[in-house]
């Protein structure tokens, strides 16, 4: 395996998606080649620091009541008492 292709397949070894074959190859490139050792290095590092990063922020509250006073009122549609459509389960419950 050459270098090109290993650094191809370096993003797929990080993220878990190489199956075991490819796996093997991989790392036996990079048991005799420092250069994509290094690489390697540097993209877990790199996948290490966005992953401990708090990249999720809650909206504030107000920006919520925004968007829901934006969107329009849901309608709820009940069911005809007696439709053909309801469960008998819904036919025994409403009679209790
Ligand atoms: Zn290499």
Known sequence: MKCAETEILLHALLDNELDAGHVRDVEAHLAGCPGCAAQLDT???????????????????????????????????????????????EQYSRRR
């Not at 922020?57 to 439709?83: D, F, K, M, Q, W």
């Open 43 to 89: 993209y877990r590092k790199l996948q290490d620091a966005i992953l401990a990063a708090p990249l999720r922020y809650a909206a504030p509250a107000s920006l919520r009541h925004r968007i829901e006073g934006a969107l329009p009122r849901r309608r709820v549609v009940l069911p005809n008492p007696g439709s053909r459509w309801s469960t008998p389960w």
